[in-house]
Every structure is written in C-alpha cells, then in structure tokens.
C-alpha cells in the first residue's frame, strides 16, 4: 500500500539518479553536473517520442546517449579542475544547461514540454532494477577497481598504469548517461517537464542519499530507498514531517558516518546492528557467529 | 514466543480493521492534494483552513441530502512528484473528487495523473494558460489567467491618471505564469489605451530569489516611466513595492493577479496599486461575510503574524469545494453509489457548470475547464485594498 | 544611476561578504562545508523577533541576544553535527548541516509561516542624498557596521592567537596539535564566531528590508559557496574580497545587461576562473590535494 505506482517510480528514478552520483564520486570526480544531465536526458527522450513519433524505448535509448554525449565537456573540465573547485564548476555548468532549455522555444521553454506519452510505473521499476545489478557488475569488474583506485588516489593509479584521465571521464559518462536515463523515465511517467525540475535541489537531495548510504552501489539502494520513503510514512506528522526526514539523516549520520553501506557488504552492517543489541543470555550471544556467511548478498 | 506475538498483533490489526469499518460513518469524501510543507506552505495552510470552513458551512446546512462531507488532506510538498502520489493516495482513498493543487508546478503533474485516475482535480490557484485544455477532461481551474481582467485593470488606472503615457514590465522570467501576461496580456492592453510600453520584449527582470530588490528598483528608476507593471508573486511584489518607498520613487502600480490582501495593501501606503481579480473580500453577501470573518477568526488562530483577508485562492477553495458539493448534490449521488459513478456525476456537472452563483459573483467553466468569472478591479488607498 | 546602482553592489556584495567569511572560517578548520551557516543567517532575526514579540522594548538588546542565539545554534551544530564525523568523511559533514538547516527552517516555518513577515527594527535613521543617489540611513549604517566587522575580522585573524590557531590548523591539523594548539577548543571558537556572524549578517539584511522570511537564505546561500571558492577555502581576506567583487558585479550585470546574460556571464566566469586557476583565485590556500 505504501508502494503505490507513484512511490514506485519515485523509488527507481532516484536510485538511477543515486547511481548515477556514485560513479563520478567513486572515481574522484565531484561532478554536480546531475540537473543538467538529466535535463538533457529529459528533453531528448520526450522530443524523441513526442515529435517524432519514435518508440519509448529507442527515445530514452537516444536520451542516454545526448547525455552522455553532454559530458564530454564536464570531462575535459574535469582534466584540469578538481575536488570543490570542480564541483562548483559542474554546478555552474548543468546551470547554463537548465538556463539554455528555459529559453529554447522548441522545448517550450519555461512552459515547459507538455503531453509527453505516458509509461507506467513498471518501466521505471524494471530501469532501475537493471542499473542496479550493471553497477554491482561493474563496482566488482576489474574496471570498478579501477575507477575506485582512481578516486583512492590518483597518482597512485597513475604509477600503476592506469589510464586516469580516461578512466574519469568514462565514470562521468556513465554517470551523466544514468541520469539521462532517469530524466528520460522522469518525462514519460510525468508526462510534463520543465526546467524547474532540474535544478540544484535535486542534487542535493540525491547527495544525500549517496551520502547516508554510503557511496556504493548497495548503498545507493538503500540510501534511496530509505529516504525516499520516511517522508511518505511520516504524513500524520503534518507540518513537522520535514523535521524527522532531516532528524534521520543525522542519526544516520552520527552512527554511521561512512554511510549505511561503505563497502559493498552486508555482513558488516549486521555484526554491528549486533554488537549494539544487549543480549539476552551471554551464553547464546556466544554461540553464534558474528556474520552469518549465507548472509552476504554481494561479496566485494 | 515468536509465532505466538506474531498471531497477538495479527488479531489486534484485524479487529481494528473491522472496528474501524463497522464504526465509520458514511460521508463523501473531498480529497485535498495540498502544499501543506514546503515553499508554498503558508498558501496551503490558509487553503487548508479555506477548504475546511467550506465542508463545515456544507455540513451544516443538512449535508448532502443528509450525508456529511469529509475533508481528506494529502500534502504534496510543493514537489511535482509528490503531488502524483497525492493523487493516487486520494484516489485509493475513494474520494469523489480533488481539490488542488494550489500552483501551476504541481498542476503540470497532478492533472495528467487525475486524468489516469479519472478522478476530477479543480485547481484554485494555477494560472499558466492552458494547463487544463491540455488535461482533459478530469482537470478544472478555478482560478483562469484572463485578458479581459488587466484589460479592466488598465482601463481603471487609465481613467484615474490620464496623463500616464509610459509604463515599464517586472516579472521573473521563469515563471510561466508571469511569461504569459507581462509577454502576452499586458502589451495589448496597454495599447488599447493608448500607454506606450517602454520595455515591451524586455522585461525588467527580478529572479525568484533575489531578496534586495535595490538595483531593479534603480533600474527602473533610470527608465523614466509614469507606472510599472509587477508581475511578479506577491511576495516579490510586497519586497519591490517596499524598495520602491526606500528609494522614494513615486509612481503607481499595475499588478497580476493575487495582491489584494492586507499585507501588500500596508506596504504599498499612500502608493496607488491596481490590481483585478474575480473576489472581493469586502463582498456585502452574506455568504462571503460568513466566509471572509470565519477566514479571518482561524487565520489568526492558527496561522499567527501571516495574511487574514482571503486571497483569489482561498475564496477559490471554498468556492470550489461548495461547487463539488452542489454536483453532489444536484445528482442525486448517494453514498452507496460507486465511486467511479460519483466521479463521473462531478466531472459531468462541473464540466457543464453555467451562471453559478459563487463566491459574491457567478462563473461558468468554458471548454477548457477554465472557470470564467467577472472582473473586479481594486485600488489600494492608504493601507487598505478598496473595489473600484 | 551608476553611482547608486555601485552603492547597491556594494551592499549586496558585503552581505555575501559577511556570510562567506563565516563559511571559509569552518572549512579552514574542519574542511567541511556547514550548510546551516544560511539557516542561522535567517534564524537569528526570527529569535530578534520573537523576543520583540514577547515584550523586550529594545530592538537592540532584542538583536543582541539574537546574535547570542546563533552563537549558541553554532555550538550545538558542532556537537550534534560536526563532531561526531570525522574528517575522512566530508561529505558527512555537508549532510548533517544539511539536516541541522533543515530542521531549523521547518520550526520558523511552522511558527511564522513561509511568506514574508515585517520586521521594524525601531531604528530610524535619516537618508543621504546626492543627486540622483539615496543612501538611505540604514544602509548607510548597515555598510558602516559590516566594514567595522570586516576589518576586526581581518585583524582577529592576522593578529590575535585565535587567528594564527586557526590558521595553523587550516594549514596541518596534525602540526598544529603538535606545536600545542587545542584544536577543539579553536573550532569551538571558530563555531561560535562563525556563527554569531552569520546571526549578525540576517540581522543586517532584515533591518535593511524590514522584513523576515524562511526563505531569505536562498538568494544568499549558493553564491556564498561561490564566493568562498574564488576566494580561497579557508582564506578570509579571499571571502571579503571575492564577495563584495561578485556582488558589485552580479548588480551591474543585472543593471546594464539582461537577467539571462547576467546569469550567464556568472555561471561562465566561475567556469573561466577555475579553468584559468584551477586551485582557486588566490591558490596559496588548501592545496587540492587535501580537498
């Protein structure tokens, strides 16, 4: 009941974007760019479907590509400015995309683009699921060590062969095709965008998530899942709903202040949900094992 | 010990399930998709009490053929995606139709949903044009940008400054609202009184957020006009109109829809401001004394230091929900009916809504779903809003 | 019109000003970003307010303690917030302040509403006026009382102990510590201070407009983060400097050029400004390592 269709798409949308934050991140790019990928993503697939007259599937395909395409110059801005300084920068820039589409007239301008065809939630559900288990592929592949090494410490990597410059910019293309997908998903479940949903709010909402369940693809599940949901439970709270939305991130927080899920593991989270249980019988909190094996959904 | 807790809360959710069915008085429920948190939080709380005097007034009167009026609230945060789930939450929850949400951001979402849904959404507040010609046919706005409205407003501010010659544009460029009648409304009705519009094209612009409101002011100072023409929210408007007197500039001034409240009436002072919408607050029916005292009495209660006199939206709301009521109804509908015929009963009667006797003045809803109403224009006089 | 639209940018840049001092001020120490620094801009007028409300006749001893309440805010956003993340995580930081922000904002909200609540101050200056310019008598004083600010801010940090201990501390924490500086008690410093300022700046502002409103950080909060990136992360001289430059120049944008360009232009020229110094304007502060 509480998963309706609409939470349903909300759910998935912003774990796309989530992951879409993790890859840039997770590779040492602090690309903010999301609002102006997403954008991008949003327009393309909607003009696409829209105008043209092309199968959703081939549009939110073509959407995924034009953001991704987008990224190329966040990249090459990446090159030579780094950490804040390159996260400001890519705020300006997904900015001047926003302010671009808000006088495109084509696009509608701030009118915004109406009567886009509509999907049904499962579409959205069935994306995200699918990004999913791509990023655990890839955070496991040879290719997401690489991109973590990058981040770690780049000169390091850079000693041991690895192409950094190449590596950042494919991370910021996944990342910025990730969210051209969820704008995509976002235009055809909505049926109506505008620029004003794309702007910087939305990136600080997803850092959140990122952040409070740490910058993994299993934490993007859960910070998204987690935080996009406390608000939908806490309705009977009226006005102060708000309040406890921003009270469990910093409960979150202060246990957890890696995130919920900073390495790619379970089993840490439970030894330590355990560890803070008082137990019943010393003895039987003896006899069983810290970490159940069967337990680890995704080993590292 | 497990199981058996287990099978302890499963019977206590069941006879609560079942108390609480067999113990629910039937009513029709009127769902309100709401901007209860978030930016727009103070228009949804003054909505919310506006909504709430509505069902009470209706109740009282014998209800509907005796069956009382429930006011469903479900907050969509002044966020476009919650407001689709709002939507459905209403939806799920059986009610007849929905009131909101109250701005145009959340409308563009809300009303594709209403129509899946095939539930009725009368927006009290949205005025992008076209929001509802393009939802059809479950969405309805009782609130329409209109040009007969400004073309009044101008005529009357004509007739009080004839020597007025030159007046300059304000808006924020990225409200749609504000893009259509300071790019669309505004120019033509100018000409039409013979009032050169010195900025047409390129308007002075004042983003959403910006707070000091001095070089705007100045700027508009440098355009040597005899009026402007404030487009923008009222908030921003109260901030401009504010600058305004610091800077001692003395002009009068047009404005969209929504200022006629206390609170810009007190900063404007001796200032003249014209500005039309289709409520008078000061209406002498007894309907909309008994509304605008109620209004004022809760407002102050619970909404302590914010506006008391009903804007445009409020008396939209209470309108909207008496309408919804009066579809009811003229229908016959009972509660026993199905959902879906309800719906289908409101949507009809609204669509085909002509000549009705609102809130001190009649409406119809054309085909776009857009309520028409007469214009009613107003002219601030030191520190109260006065009806021309 | 030059004249009084300089006077404007020269006002809107000090307000920028004010608030980045107290921005870079934490990240100097902390390297994180304290997002609740624009709440307690715009919570220190409400409890000025409130105190007015309640019967205080002085509107400055009403805004003394409003200041004293931010610098309390500060203190418990260190201990709720700060303290509890350790440095490695500094995102952690940017979301708990997040939090903080947040929560503050939905108690005004509730308690005063979103829209905009007038405030008299009960100060009645008179204006200044040269030709075509009004400088009206609070602005005049506002922009007297921030320069003032302004220069024992510079003097604290060039010449006090504090200043060379949080100095230190923005250079190497570690070093710092080792040559006998109590780092806690420096940031506990550095909060209260940081704080109280941006309590003084939403004093300020709301004198200036004589009015309050929940919202009135959004126009000041993301241009703070950009003017403590141009001016150097941890470098006061850098904020003062960078946030009267970017507010003489958004108000002469805005004044000569369109809405759209000026927006632009800003978003371009940070874009220009780190390509062209990628370390930030004045790069002798934080390295980019470290960040």
Known sequence: MILSDPVQALVSINLILTLSLLFPFVAGVWSLGLPGFMAVGAYTAAWCSTNMGLPITASLAIGVVASAAISIPFGLLALRIHGIYLAIATLAAAELITLFFSHFEPTGGVMGFAGIPYIDAYWAVIAAALMFLLSLLIYRSRFGKALFAVGSDPIVANCNGLNVPMLQMLALAIGAGLAGLAGGLFSHYYSFISPSNFQFSRTV???????AGGLTPLGSL??????????????????????????????????????????????????????????????????????????????? | MKLKRLVLIGAAAFAGATMQLAGAQETFKIGLNVERTGNAASYGGHVI???????????????????????????????????????????????????????TSQARTAFPATNRAKVVSISPGSGAPGLAAQNRPWAFRNAAIDDKIFTDVVGEFKERHPD???????????????????????????????????NNGSPLEVPADANDHSVFVTKLRSMDVDAGVLGLVIEQGQTFLHELNRQKVEMPMLTGIGYVTNSVAEVA??????????????????????????????????????????????????????????????????????????????????????????????????????????????ETDGGTWNKL | MFLQQLINGLMLGSVYALIGVGYTLIFGVLRMLNLAHAYIFMAAPFAAFYFMQLGIESSFLAMA??????????????????????????????????????????????????LKVPFQ??????????????????????????????????????????????????????????LGVSVRTAVLQVFVISSALAGLAGLLVATRFESLSSHMSDAYALKALAVIVVGGLGDVRGALVAGLALGVAEVLLQAYASGMWAEAFIWVMLIVVFLVKPDGLLGESIKRREV
Request: charged share 20%.
């Open chain 3, 65 to 114: 303690l409003g200041v004293m309440g931010a610098g309390l805010l500060g203190i418990v956003l260190y201990y709720v917030c700060f303290r509890p993340i350790h440095q490695s995580h500094a995102l952690g930081g940017f979301v708990t302040s997040l939090s903080f922000g947040i929560i503050i904002q939905v108690i005004i909200v509730n308690t005063f509403g979103t």
């Open chain 1, 205 to 211: 909402d997803i850092l959140l998530f990122l952040v």
């Open chain 2, 164 to 198: 007025a010659k030159r007046v300059a544009l304000i808006m924020d460029p990225k409200d749609a609202y504000q893009v259509a009648f300071i790019g669309k409304v505004a120019p033509p009705a100018f000409e039409k009184h013979g009032i050169t519009v010195v």
């Open chain 2, 269 to 378: 002072g001796d200032r003249k401001v014209y500005s039309g919408q289709p409520f008078d607050p000061n209406g002498s029916s007894e309907t909309v004394k008994a509304f605008t005292e109620e209004f004022a009495k809760r407002s102050k209660e619970q909404l302590p230091g914010q506006y008391t006199v009903p804007l445009y939206i409020d008396a939209g709301a209470y309108e909207s929900i008496r309408i919804i009521a009066d579809a009811l109804k003229e229908t016959g509908a009972k509660p026993s009916d199905s959902t879906d015929d309800i719906r289908v009963k409101i949507r009809d009667y609204i669509a085909g809504l002509k000549d009705y006797q609102g809130l001190g003045n009649t409406l119809s809803i054309d085909e776009n779903g857009d309520a028409v109403k007469p214009t009613l224009v107003f």
């Open chain 3, 121 to 178: 101050s009960g100060v009645t200056l008179p204006d200044i006026e040269f030709g075509n310019t009004i400088l009206s008598g609070i602005q005049a004083a506002g922009l007297a009382i921030s320069i003032v600010l302004m220069i024992v801010l510079l003097w604290l940090v060039k010449h006090t102990r504090f200043g060379r201990n949080v100095r230190a501390i923005a250079e190497n924490e570690n070093a710092a510590q080792l």
């Open chain 1, 222 to 300: 859960v910070g998204s899942f987690t935080l996009t949901l406390v608000p939908q439970l806490s309705s009977a709270l009226e006005t102060w709903a708000p309040a406890l939305y921003a009270v469990v991130v910093i409960v979150l927080m202060a246990f957890m202040p890696g995130g919920i899920f900073p390495k790619n593991r379970v089993a840490p989270l439970i030894a330590y949900i355990k560890s803070h249980r008082k137990p019943r019988d010393s003895v039987q909190s003896q006899r069983k094992p810290a970490a159940a094996p069967q337990l680890d959904v995704t080993k590292n």
């Open chain 2, 49 to 103: 009490i506006a909504s709430q005097i509505a069902v009470e007034h209706v109740n009282e009167n014998g209800g509907i053929n005796g069956t009382p009026l429930e006011l469903i609230i479900e907050d969509n945060r002044t966020s476009p995606e919650q407001a689709v789930v709002a939507v459905r939450n209403l939806d799920r929850k059986g009610v007849a139709a929905i009131l909101g949400p109250i701005q």
